[in-house]
């Protein structure tokens, strides 16, 4: 893995609706690395995600986002795709119109700007949905149109592994999910880790989705701020005695 | 998301191309007695039918015009020239059509649509079929397909004199007048008893001299348990001076027999399309009607289905989209008449760039209709701040023991899903063109394929400016 830094985010601060919910955020990933977030209901664990995509509701006041040492604070949230960056959503959008294959088919040709494959498409697509448990007929359903919430997930974490971004931000993937969901996404990051090599950043308040898996460094988010960072230890500490330690009264 | 894109209004040159018709015989604007007589004369109608036009013509001049929908102000009867007839007679092989109305049909796609597997192309140049083809097995089926000045004269022409404006009488309105009076091209069909017409059969309008109105005429006669699929297809190319389109459509739907009538409509924006469409429907009896209307500065089209028959059904799927400076009045009628009849209204708007969308329905059930069912939905989507929609839905049921449905719902395009297709690597105009695609869904899967594409392509044109 390179040393270099990949994303850095500094003093970022966010508002939602004219109320500011990130006070100041200092944040960096380096290449191929894995960080955890986590922190109590309401904290803005969701919000940093969604600024760091570029979601337009969460406007940034304050700070930047460097990605691959670019200023992106400003760009459009397809540039942020674009550039390797990518969000699996908490509450993924039902889009009626387009099949989750012609959708992921779509993306691709936008990105790289070059017509795919039909064939080897279509064979890593269904390889992919083996791996993650997905009955094949999903992926000429309308995009997340009816799917449960398990499906959306695994949906998600399909377009993580056919879009290959460099950097993943997975928010609360695992969130709602029944315990053999869970392992199967589990199975869709390492995979993701295996093949593309790529850095994660994984928004969780539950870290079963963390079995097994290396983590290099984690936030606890509270109150729209950083309160404390460490590595895989600290996530133990949290599971162990909760919060409610990290937080001012 | 501090970068905003904007959207250009969308370059309709690719639509809107012309020739000159500097050889072509027209009439002088304005519509006087003389005037019918002499298109009268021209197409050689039998005497029933001058009187017809005559009679027509007068009532024009007495009935007030139209104000039911949006404003047709701009609408000036002096200036329209009402028939334009190419220097060329009817074709029926292609080789012979004139190479510049050749070349305006290849840039529409014409050719490439008419592949072995459609049944006949009637084409029609400004106001006179100019190219007519059908394919021999359907020909051998004993299916007619002609236009209907040929037919005047043929063995058909009882059976047009017994249904010509009999749906559409020309009292009807001041347009149906109108058109009573000027009709020129259009197609006739008879479907015989029991024959099942397995390809659809098309027929392409277009209008191209300036001021020229198109009056065409559509008689399709589907006999019991007989089946039919035809297909409309509409563009025109663009001026300053504005243009008028009354053209009628009269179906007459037989015992236990089936019409899917399909239209995508796209005529350039300084358009006035006062069209009208009507069907009747005998016992058993079905129509379909799939219409998505996408250009015209003005639109009045409210296909109505007659529901003479019990058990007769209809079905209409409509998608309208509304961009700048357009005012689309669309929607559909059915008057339920027989016990046991269904109707089925889906329809999707669409709305950007300040255009106004106004749906409206009217649906009559009668003391007859004793176990009718009826559900009407229409949904509304603007893509920005400055469009409009409005849903104006009309019942008037006068039978107790009836199940009648409606719904509606407004909405615009949800900022958390283009940001979720944006997050994907999607530019805006991308995102929104797939959203309003989805949308219109309910009526391209109701296309042939190749009109699915190009209605696709007619959206992707709107909310992204190329054909993808």
């Known amino acids: ?249 | 998301m501090k970068e905003k894109t904007h959207v250009d209004d969308i370059n309709r040159s690719i639509y809107d191309f012309r020739f000159d018709e500097d050889d072509f015989y027209k009439v002088d604007s304005g519509l006087t007695p003389e005037i019918v007589m002499q298109i009268s004369e021209e197409k050689g109608d039998p005497e029933w039918m001058k009187e017809f036009r005559l009679k027509s013509l007068e009532i024009f001049n007495r009935i007030p015009m139209t104000k039911a929908g949006p404003s047709i102000e701009g609408l000036n009867m002096d200036n329209i020239v009402t028939y334009v007839r190419p220097n060329t007679k009817m074709h029926a092989d292609w080789d012979e059509v004139p190479e510049e109305i050749k070349e305006t049909f290849e840039r529409l796609g014409i050719p490439q649509a008419e592949r072995e597997s459609l049944a006949g192309v009637g084409a029609q140049y400004d106001s006179e079929l100019v190219y007519h083809n059908i394919r021999e097995d359907v020909a051998a089926q004993g299916v007619i397909y002609t236009d209907i000045e040929s037919a005047l004269h043929g063995p058909y022409a009882d059976m047009i004199r017994e249904h010509f404006m009999k749906l559409i009488p020309p009292t009807d309105h001041k347009f149906a007048a109108l058109h009573g009076a000027v009709w020129s091209g259009g197609s006739f069909v008879y479907v015989p008893k029991g024959v099942s017409v397995e390809i659809p059969l098309q027929s392409y309008f277009r209008l191209n001299a300036p001021g020229a109105g198109q009056f065409e005429h559509t008689l399709i006669i589907v006999d019991e348990g007989a089946y039919l699929h035809f297909i409309e297809g509409c563009s025109a190319p663009k001026y300053n001076i504005a243009n008028l389109h009354a053209g009628a459509v009269e179906l007459f739907v037989g015992k236990n027999a089936k019409i899917r009538y399909s239209t995508i409509e796209n005529w350039s924006k300084n358009m006035y399309n006062l069209n009208t469409k009507r069907a009747i429907v005998e016992e058993g009896g079905t129509i379909e009607w799939v219409s998505g209307s996408f250009g015209s500065h003005v639109s009045y089209l409210y296909p109505m289905s007659i529901l003479n028959g019990k058990g007769a059904k209809s079905e209409f799927t409509g998608v309208t989209f509304a961009g700048k400076d357009q005012d689309l009045d669309t929607g559909c009628k059915v008057l339920m008449n027989a016990p046991d009849t269904t109707s089925y209204v889906n329809t999707r708007s669409i709305s950007k760039d300040g255009g106004i969308n106004t749906f409206r329905s009217s649906v009559v059930v009668t003391e007859k209709a004793k176990g009718a069912k009826s559900a009407v939905s229409c949904q509304s989507l603007m893509v920005d701040n400055i469009s409009r929609s409005d849903t104006i839905p009309v019942m008037d049921i006068r039978c107790a023991d009836c199940d009648i449905g409606h719904e509606a719902t407004i909405g615009r395009i949800s900022d958390d899903t283009v940001f979720y297709l944006m997050s994907r690597g999607l530019s805006e105009e991308e995102a929104k063109a797939l959203i309003v695609s989805g949308f219109a869904d309910n009526v391209s899967k109701e296309l042939p394929l190749e009109y699915a594409v190009e209605m696709n392509n007619l959206i992707r044109l709107e909310m992204v400016g190329v054909i993808g």
């Open chain 1, 1 to 249: 893995m390179s040393d270099k830094k990949m994303l850095e985010v500094t003093g970022l601060k966010v508002n939602v609706a004219d109320k500011e919910i990130l006070h100041g955020i200092d944040l960096s990933v380096d290449a191929g690395e894995i960080h955890v977030i986590m922190g109590p209901n309401g904290a803005g664990k969701s919000t940093l995600g969604n600024a760091i995509a570029g979601a337009p509701k969460f406007e940034i006041t304050d700070g930047t986002i460097r990605f691959n040492g670019e200023d992106i604070t400003d760009l459009s949230p397809d540039k942020r795709a674009k550039a390797g960056i990518y969000l699996s959503f908490q509450n993924p959008v039902e889009v009626p119109g387009i099949t989750l294959s012609n959708f992921i088919r779509t993306c691709l040709e936008q990105k790289t700007g070059e017509r795919i494959r039909i064939w080897t498409f279509k064979k890593e697509l269904e390889a992919t949905m083996e791996l993650l448990g997905m009955d094949p007929s999903y992926a000429e359903r309308d995009l997340n149109v009816g799917f449960s919430g398990g499906e959306k997930k695994k949906a998600e974490i399909l377009q993580l592994l056919m879009l290959k971004p460099e950097l993943a931000i997975l928010d609360e993937t695992d969130s709602g999910l029944d315990i053999d969901s869970v392992r199967t996404v589990s199975k869709g990051i390492e995979q993701y880790r295996n093949t593309v090599g790529g850095s994660l950043i994984i928004i969780t308040h539950i870290t079963r989705i963390l079995d097994g898996m290396t983590v290099d460094k984690t936030h606890i988010l509270a109150d729209g701020k950083i309160v404390a960072e460490g590595d895989r230890s600290l996530i133990d500490n949290v599971n162990d005695k909760g919060f409610d330690q990290f937080i001012n009264k």
